[in-house]
């Protein structure tokens, strides 16, 4: 049986078989390639959001690396630094606040699928930021309080080195003539002409040695100035105490010679004294006569030298004109008042 002996209904249905087949197959080809499509994307986003997540957790290790250094070396260090150690306290307060801030909490891409590693991400971008922001505030409050720092010890160091310049030049002028040795007058004048070069400059370390230096130098000169008057002073009691032998000596001299020239004349005036008193008793206890009578000063006559040993007479009157001895009873005579 040929296509001619069918009918037309049954070609129709035919027709509207294949077609509808051929539409299943459409379809089915259709959800296939759309199921296959889908699946291709979600692994490509999903790749995509891992990758992102890693970057921003690199960018953030970076930064919080960067912010760990600093916190804990040289913030670490200048937070040490006192308000009576700068020129300007607020600086050290602004530090100690921005070194306290807290960190974030950690943030990873140890999550699963694309939201919670897109989530993931924003939190670690967000973290990064944060270490960013406080490493460039951390940085600046830092510089802030070791500029002030240094401007304070520059400061203290130009006074400190003024101060021993003014006390150094004080010392020199006032021990002029007055050290044993001058050459430690010399090493100090040397030194105030070099500290006053240094002092203008802002080398705090050179100050600060230069300081010392000076102190250590006027120490040496006040040694030499007490050297000088202990010898001084060992010479003048050298001195005094040889004046004061020699003033010893010359009075022991003095006294030695008063004492000899005030013996000498007791030895030669004993026998002049006593002469006299011999020939004064009979002159003294001889007048008898109660009535007194003027007698002319009698003048004393030298003996005449005796021709026979003499025999105890006293002196020759002369007032009787007798040239001869004159024996007891002629002396009393010649003791009697002369009558008026």
Same mark, same amino acid.
């Given at each position: 049986?040929?296509?001619?002996?069918?009918?037309?209904?049954?070609?129709?249905?035919?027709?509207?078989?294949?077609?509808?087949?051929?539409?299943?197959?459409?379809?089915?080809?259709?959800?296939?390639?759309? =199921?296959?499509?889908?699946?291709?994307? =979600?692994?490509?986003?999903? =790749?995509?959001?891992?990758?992102?997540?890693?970057?921003?957790?690199?960018?953030?290790?970076?930064?919080?690396?960067?912010?760990?250094?600093?916190?804990?070396?040289?913030?670490?260090?200048?937070?040490?630094?006192?308000?009576?150690?700068?020129?300007?306290?607020?600086?050290?307060?602004?530090?100690?606040?921005?070194?306290?801030?807290?960190?974030?909490?950690?943030?990873?891409?140890?999550?699963?699928?694309?939201?919670?590693?897109?989530?993931?991400?924003?939190?670690?971008?967000?973290?990064?930021?944060?270490?960013?922001?406080?490493?460039?505030?951390?940085?600046?409050?830092?510089?802030?309080?070791?500029?002030?720092?240094?401007?304070?010890?520059?400061?203290?160091?130009?006074?400190?080195?003024?101060?021993?310049?003014?006390?150094?030049?004080?010392?020199?002028?006032?021990?002029?003539?007055?050290?044993?040795?001058?050459?430690?007058?010399?090493?100090?004048?040397?030194?105030?002409?070099?500290?006053?070069?240094?002092?203008?400059?802002?080398?705090?370390?050179?100050?600060?040695?230069?300081?010392?230096?000076?102190?250590?130098?006027?120490?040496?000169?006040?040694?030499?100035?007490?050297?000088?008057?202990?010898?001084?002073?060992?010479? =003048?009691?050298?001195?005094?105490?040889?004046?004061?032998?020699?003033?010893?000596?010359?009075?022991?001299?003095?006294?030695?010679?008063?004492?000899?020239?005030?013996?000498?004349?007791?030895?030669?005036?004993?026998?002049?004294?006593?002469?006299?008193?011999?020939?004064?008793?009979?002159?003294?206890?001889?007048?008898?006569?109660?009535?007194?009578?003027?007698?002319?000063?009698?003048?004393?006559?030298?003996?005449?030298?005796?021709?026979?040993?003499?025999?105890?007479?006293?002196?020759?009157?002369?007032?009787?004109?007798?040239?001869?001895?004159?024996?007891?009873?002629?002396?009393?005579?010649?003791?009697?008042?002369?009558?008026?």
């Amino acid at each position: 049986m040929n296509d001619n002996t069918k009918t037309p209904d049954s070609r129709k249905r035919k027709r509207i078989a294949i077609i509808s087949v051929s539409a299943l197959l459409v379809a089915a080809l259709a959800t296939g390639g759309a =199921a296959v499509i889908y699946q291709h994307s =979600a692994s490509a986003q999903l =790749a995509e959001a891992k990758e992102a997540c890693a970057q921003s957790s690199e960018a953030l290790r970076v930064a919080r690396n960067k912010y760990d250094t600093l916190h804990d070396k040289d913030a670490a260090e200048a937070v040490k630094i006192t308000g009576k150690q700068v020129e300007d306290a607020a600086v050290v307060t602004t530090l100690a606040k921005t070194y306290k801030e807290e960190t974030p909490d950690l943030a990873a891409c140890n999550v699963s699928g694309v939201d919670a590693l897109r989530e993931a991400k924003e939190r670690i971008d967000k973290n990064t930021a944060w270490y960013d922001t406080h490493t460039a505030s951390l940085t600046k409050a830092v510089d802030a309080v070791n500029a002030s720092h240094d401007a304070k010890t520059l400061k203290d160091a130009k006074d400190a080195l003024s101060k021993q310049i003014t006390a150094a030049q004080e010392k020199y002028k006032a021990t002029d003539g007055k050290v044993k040795d001058d050459k430690t007058r010399k090493e100090l004048k040397a030194m105030i002409d070099k500290a006053t070069k240094t002092r203008d400059g802002e080398d705090v370390k050179a100050m600060n040695s230069q300081a010392k230096q000076l102190n250590t130098l006027m120490g040496k000169v006040d040694a030499s100035v007490k050297a000088k008057t202990d010898a001084d002073r060992k010479a =003048a009691e050298e001195q005094a105490q040889r004046e004061a032998e020699a003033a010893a000596a010359a009075a022991q001299a003095q006294a030695q010679q008063q004492a000899q020239q005030y013996v000498a004349p007791q030895q030669s005036y004993t026998p002049t004294y006593t002469v006299p008193q011999q020939s004064y008793t009979p002159q003294y206890t001889a007048p008898q006569q109660t009535t007194p009578q003027y007698t002319a000063p009698a003048q004393p006559a030298q003996p005449a030298t005796p021709s026979k040993p003499n025999t105890g007479s006293g002196p020759i009157s002369g007032g009787h004109g007798m040239t001869g001895p004159c024996d007891a009873a002629c002396q009393a005579e010649a003791m009697k008042p002369i009558q008026r």
